[in-house]
C-alpha cells in the first residue's frame, strides 16, 4: 500500500495536492426512512427523494451536485434495493458498477465499508469520502473548501471527519473534541481528533460550546480507503470478512450470487463504533470545522427554517401543488397533494399532507413522531409507513 | 276557509284533538350549504347530507323519522334542484308531487310559502309544521309532545313556534319573548308570543336567560296554511302573487312552465321578517317551550359535543373509514377519507378531510369557518366550495 506517498513524479505543493485530488472518490449512503418525517418520508418514499428546500432539487441529486466539482463521476452509491429506480432517475449519470444495493439495511459500517473494499479492489490507492444523501448544506463552496482540505489531509495517512461548527447547544447531535493543529499543506484548518463523544446534556452543550473546542459529528468521513479497511478489519473482523468476500466479487459474473448469499449475515454497526471511535483513539483521525451551514433535515421545524422564502402570510407552505389559505395561523405545511388546504386560527402548526396520510402537530412536538410512528406500526398500519 | 272548527261531528276534546291531528302535513325545508361546516358540508353535499351525530342517519333522514309518527306520509321537501337524487335516496318514499325542487335558493319565505300554497290548493284546513332538515334533537318523544301541543294550538288559529328552552346565554340564536298562558286543550304549555327578538348581546342574554321568559327561536312553525298565506299576503305581497301562481300550476301539466318562469322573480326573504315578525304584532302567534335537547350543529365544536362516544382517547372522531392515531392530543376529527390521521401533542384542534381539501383549525375558530370559505370564494378555488 501506499497512501502518503503521491502517485508520479510530484513534487511541488501543488502537485502533491492535485496528485491528492487525483485519487478522491466520492461515496453516497442513501438509507434510513426518515422516520422523523412521516408521511412525507417513509420507506417506499425516504427523506433523501424529496426536495425539503424548495431547490428545485431531491437531497439526494443536490448531494451528487456538491461533490461533482471535486470527485467528477467518481461517485459510487449505496442504496437500498427498494430504491433503485427512484435512485437511477434522479442520478442518471450513475453506471451500474457504482451503484451498490443494499438487500436489506445493515447500518452503516456495512454500507460505508463496502463501498471502501469495492474501491479497494479497483485501485488501493483511492481517498474516499462518504457523504450521506439526506443533509442540506450551503454554500457549496465553503464545504468544497473543507473536503479539499479534508482530500490532503486524509492523503497524510488519516481518517478526517469533517466537523461542523456549533450554532447553538445542541443536545441532538454527538460531539467531535478537536486537539492540537496537525501542519498540512493546503490544509490549514487540520486538527487532530482526541475523541467522539455522545449526545450531551443541556449543561455539557452549553460547555462545549463556550470551549470553542468541540465540532458537532455530522458522519461525513474522508480516508484512503486502505485506512479505513484496516481499522475495520482489526475492529470488527467477522464484517471485513463479508464485504470483502462481496469486493473481490464486484465487477466479476459472480457478483449477484456472492452478494446475495453473503450480505444477510454482516452484523448491524454504525462506522462510528466500528471505524472512527477506534480510529480517534489510535491517533489516526482528523478533523476540519466546517464553518458551512449544516442541517440533517431531523423534523419539520427544520423544514420551517429551510424554507422561510415560500411564506403564506405566517405560514411556510412546501409542496408544488399546495393551495394554502391562512387566517391567523403560523407555522409549516409540507404538502404532497393538490388538496385545498385551509388552517384558521392555529398557532406553530406542523401538516402534512400526503394522499394516504395526514399528520397534525406543532413544531414543539415535531420530535415526536418517530413514536408516533412506532405505534401506528405496533397497530399494524404499516400500509402508510 | 275554516281553522276553527273540527272537521265532521267531533265533540269531545279527544276528537277535537284527532281531527287537529288528522290536518297536520309536516314541511322540510332542506336547504343551505352549512358553509360554517366546511369542507365537510359545502354546496354539492350540504350539511343535511350528513350523519354528523354518529347515528347512522343523515340529518334529513333523523328529520323525516321524527315527524313519521305524527304525519304519516304527510310530508313535503323543499331543497335544490341539485339534491334531487341524493334526497331521493334518503327518503325513498317521498313521491314526486311532495317534492319542491328550487331551481335557485330564495330563502325561507318563499321555500316555506310555496309549500303553504300547495298543501293549501289540496286542502285548505291543514296544519302544515315546517322543520330544517339540519338540526338534532332528542328525545324524539318529548319533540313530538311539542309538536302535538303546537298543532292543537294552531288549531286554534295561531301560528305557533316551538321554542327552545336556553340552557345557556347564547349570543347567537335570536329569542322569542313568551307572554300570558294561552288555555288551549291538550296544549297546557302554549303561551302568546309577545316578540321575536335579534340576537342579543352577552348581557342581554344573560337577563334573558334569568328572567325565564326567554325561548330560543328555532325556526321551527306549526300552522294553518291559509294563516300563514294570510299574513305572507299582507306583508309581501309580491313573493305572495308569485306562489300562489306555482301552487295552482302545481299537480297540473303547467307545473314545470310555471315554476321555471315564476321561482327566478321571487324576492329573498326570511319567514321570520316576512310571517313570523309581524303575526306576532298582530297577537297571532304562540309558543309551546321544547325541552327536548336541540342543536343546529353551527360548526365543529358543535359535532364534538353531539358525538362524545366515540372518542380515540381525548379526541372525538366521526367518519367510518377514519384512521386515527394520537398522542398528547385532543379535539375532533371528522374525516370523509380512509386516510391515516397522526395528532400528535395538540390540543383542542378541529380536523376536517375530505378527499379534495382539508381544515385544521381550533374549537375556538370554529366559528370562523365561514370567512374562510368567503376568502376561498373570492380567490376563486371555487371547486372546493
Chains 1, 2 share one sequence.
Not at 513524479?9 to 449512503?29: C, N, S
Not at 409540507?334 to 406543532?362: M, N, P
Request: charged share 20%; net charge negative.
Amino acid at each position: 500500500m501506499n497512501t502518503n506517498a503521491p502517485m508520479g513524479p510530484a513534487h511541488t505543493p501543488e502537485q502533491l495536492a492535485d496528485a491528492a485530488m487525483q485519487r478522491f472518490y466520492a461515496v453516497i449512503p442513501a438509507g434510513g426512512t426518515g422516520t422523523r418525517l412521516w408521511p412525507l418520508s417513509r420507506a417506499a418514499a425516504p427523506k433523501f427523494l424529496h426536495d425539503l428546500t424548495g431547490s428545485g432539487s431531491t437531497l439526494l441529486r443536490a448531494t451528487y451536485d456538491r461533490l461533482e466539482p471535486l470527485s467528477g463521476s467518481r461517485v459510487l452509491v449505496v442504496t437500498g434495493e427498494a430504491h433503485r429506480e427512484a435512485v437511477c432517475r434522479q442520478l442518471p449519470e450513475i453506471p451500474d458498477a457504482d451503484l451498490v444495493l443494499e438487500s436489506e439495511p445493515k447500518d452503516s459500517a456495512a454500507a460505508i465499508g463496502l463501498a471502501a473494499a469495492i474501491l479497494h479492489a479497483r485501485d488501493p490507492d483511492i481517498i474516499m469520502g462518504s457523504f450521506a444523501a439526506d443533509q442540506v448544506i450551503s454554500p457549496d463552496a465553503v464545504f468544497q473548501d473543507a473536503v479539499r482540505e479534508a482530500i490532503l489531509t486524509a492523503a497524510t495517512g488519516k481518517i478526517v471527519t469533517i466537523g461542523i461548527t456549533p450554532t447553538h447547544a445542541s443536545t441532538g447531535f454527538g460531539y467531535i473534541r478537536m486537539g492540537r493543529p496537525l501542519d498540512v499543506a493546503g490544509a490549514p484548518s487540520a486538527h487532530a481528533v482526541v475523541e467522539f463523544v455522545e449526545k450531551p446534556s443541556e449543561d455539557v452543550a452549553q460547555e462545549y460550546l463556550a470551549s470553542g473546542g468541540y465540532s458537532w459529528n455530522a458522519g461525513m468521513f474522508v480516508a484512503p480507503v486502505s485506512l479505513m479497511l484496516k481499522h475495520l478489519k482489526q475492529n470488527e473482523p467477522e464484517l471485513f470478512r463479508g464485504i470483502d468476500e462481496i469486493a473481490r466479487a464486484w465487477d466479476t459474473p459472480a457478483q449477484h450470487e456472492v452478494t446475495a448469499r453473503v450480505w444477510p449475515t454482516l452484523p448491524k454497526i454504525a462506522i462510528d463504533y466500528a471505524v472512527a471511535e477506534p480510529a480517534a483513539d489510535a491517533g489516526d483521525v482528523a478533523v476540519i470545522p466546517g464553518n458551512f451551514s449544516w442541517d440533517d433535515v431531523g423534523d419539520f421545524a427544520a423544514i420551517g427554517r429551510l424554507n422561510s422564502a415560500s411564506e403564506v402570510e405566517n405560514v411556510t407552505v412546501l409542496g408544488e401543488g399546495a393551495r394554502v389559505f391562512t387566517e391567523s395561523a403560523s407555522g409549516v405545511v409540507v404538502s404532497d397533494t393538490k388538496r385545498v388546504i385551509a388552517l384558521i386560527g392555529i398557532e406553530d402548526v406542523v401538516i402534512v399532507d400526503t394522499a394516504d396520510a395526514l399528520l397534525v402537530t406543532t413544531k414543539a412536538h415535531a420530535q415526536r413522531v418517530k413514536s408516533a410512528v412506532d405505534r401506528l406500526k405496533a397497530s399494524g398500519d404499516t400500509d402508510v409507513l
